[in-house]
């Protein structure tokens, strides 16, 4: 067993622990005791979350309880007392942290000693799920809502960090590991593995690295990669068959970017990977940007008062400037001593148009 299968396996044994001693003391301090414990690493939660819905599960499987969990070893097949599925699968099939709820109330004893002879199993099948959906090529999806930002760890040990309104689809198989951006912006730090090769894929490109950290920006007509590390192949993909065209493919090393519009990829001239990667300090960073492209970029970050730009006229001014990404304040404020500019706040949001 790899020292990283030993460590999940370990937290995989305390997360069932935990789950029996919830079942039988569910008092103040064991719930804070376990509220510590969860807070140490977010694995904990998961694997909590995993150990909570397989017990359930197995209500569902098992309503009497009357598989013999502390006899099966090693070669039973788990699968034929569980039917597993994925893993994703399984950690939705629960909302709450908490007591389990049997399907059918059992003498308190006899459901103690069914769940401690489970509790010994759990790591086993919370191993066995991640290995399935690691082998058959089970899709994870992840994703952002407006303003929010996310840190993914992938199966291979890969980072993923999704900035706000980003949707990932994750699919590792033998041979391959693909990460589908199919909205917003997400930087990855890629473990290096020469036998599957990393690939990012976009409507407008398809970026491969094999140990790196670049940056993607999905647009709705160019996607953006910015390379902090490393180097990436990027080409462009042909909409029609799927497939990149490999004529066009760029070799793109740390410190340089490069854009993907209607299968056509164009290397920056004046690269800057550190505004590019501003974000996830949540600051926004423009260089005579126009002002459309500043409020489309603020407006990711917006909850609840979206800054609405008013007339062709004023579209292409130019701004430069650092800017707190949750605060449009400095921003307006700037806009409000521009003679030309007109600002007008109300509650549907902040209207910026010319005078």
Not at 257 to 263: C, I, L, S, W
Request: charged letters at 25%; hydrophobic letters at 40%.
């Amino acid at each position: 067993m790899r020292p990283d299968e030993r460590h999940r396996f370990k937290i995989s044994e305390e997360a069932a622990l935990w789950l029996l001693r919830l079942e039988q003391d569910n008092s103040p301090q064991s719930r804070t005791e376990f509220a510590a414990w969860a807070r140490l690493s977010p694995q904990h939660v998961e694997e909590f979350l995993l150990a909570k819905a397989t017990v359930e599960y197995m209500g569902v499987v098992d309503p009497q309880r009357q598989i013999d969990l502390a006899r099966l070893d090693e070669s039973d097949d788990i699968s034929a007392v569980v039917p597993l599925r994925p893993q994703q699968d399984i950690a939705n099939s629960t909302s709450a942290v908490g007591p389990v709820s049997p399907q059918k109330k059992t003498a308190p004893r006899a459901q103690a000693a069914w769940i401690a002879a489970l509790a010994a199993s759990i790591a086993v099948v919370a191993l066995t799920v991640a290995w399935l959906s690691f082998a058959i090529g089970h899709t994870q999806t992840y994703s952002t809502a407006t303003g929010d930002q996310r840190v993914v760890k992938l199966q291979d040990g890969s980072v993923v960090y999704l900035n706000t309104g980003s949707r990932a689809e994750v699919l590792f198989t033998e041979k391959a590991r693909e990460v589908k951006l199919t909205q917003g912006e997400a930087l990855f730090v890629v473990e290096h593995d020469a036998a599957r090769p990393f690939r990012v894929v976009t409507d407008k490109a398809v970026i491969q690295a094999v140990g790196t950290q670049f940056n993607v920006y999905r647009l709705d007509d160019v996607t953006r990669v910015s390379v902090v590390e490393g180097a990436v192949r990027i080409a462009p993909e042909a909409p029609a068959e799927g497939k990149t065209n490999a004529s066009e493919a760029l070799k793109l090393t740390a410190g340089n970017e490069a854009e993907v519009a209607q299968g056509k990829l164009v290397k920056e001239g004046k690269p800057n990977v550190e505004r590019a990667i501003a974000w996830r300090a949540r600051r926004l960073v423009f260089e005579a940007d126009p002002l459309e492209v500043v409020i489309r970029e603020f407006n990711r970050y917006q909850t609840k008062r979206p800054i609405v730009l008013e007339g062709t006229e004023i579209r292409h001014r130019t701004i430069s400037g650092v800017f707190d990404a949750d605060d449009p304040k400095p921003l307006v404020k700037f806009l409000e001593e521009d003679r030309d500019l007109r600002v007008t706040e109300g509650a549907g949001g902040i209207v910026i148009s010319g005078r």
